[in-house]
């Protein structure tokens, strides 16, 4: 068996289309991708005759916008995209970007996430836009925001969110962005540190699992996907890495301390002020754009 890793989406589909034609039975893109693939024409249509554990998914996984009904993808793993914070003895700790982006001077050291989507998403949420905006004035002026967030004088860098994490797990700063899966083990392990979900809104992500179009073995990649969808099979996957399960049938097998997990399985009233990263067509080049003046300034 071969496994490859991967940091981003764009280096996903260039290990597909770079030489490795014929290699993958599997990949894991994340939800915005989708039309890319499909565009492409990197992925198969799933043979749903092979599935028969399909309707173990939670409906709403099953209506998403990119791929209604499965028809090239499975959900795999859901979470978000919120704050690592080391809490402060007798200081009530806000729910907020203002972590991050108030301009107080006593604000403690943080990392931002060094992607343009994720950094410029939280500062649109920050300012009360959605996390996909294509209005230009909007864009620019989260862009501003970010400009001056990173003249603070505890803004540390932009970094991924494992580096970011180990950054507040060593106590070198004291909040960074960070996705919830690594930053629930985090908690688990310390205490003293805190998983927020900011009452503004941030990203609702959902990773996948398809077949690419070339794939060698696209029978023992069904198998595979259709033992992925086995309810104990869900439930041990989602309990292993501190991330949501859109598997349904899986719940039930879910330990109670994670199902009342408010950073693992976020309430309503927070999923509401929650959004999925889109494909925005050639809206991406405003944020590529925006996010070039913001690193350069």
Known sequence: MRIDYYESN????AKLQLGRQGVYDIIVPSTYFIPTLLNLDLIQKLDHSKLTNIGNIDPQFSTIEEDPGNLHVIPYQWGTSGLAHRVQEGRETPRSWSLIFADTPDKGNFVIFDTARDALGSALKTLGYSYNSTDLAQIREAGELLTLTKRHPAFMGFDSGVGGLSKVMGGVAQT????????IKAVREDPKLAYIIP???CEFWLDLLAVPKDAPNVELAHEFL??????????RLATFNNYATPNKAALEYIPPEDLANEGIYPPESLRAKMEYMKDLGEANRLYDETWTIVKSR
């Open 10 to 13: 764009e280096e996903m589909i």
């Open 226 to 235: 259709n033992y992925i969808l086995e309810p104990q099979v869900g439930a």
């Open 199 to 201: 009452e503004e809104g």
């Open 176 to 183: 960074a962005q960070v996705y919830s899966g690594e930053a």
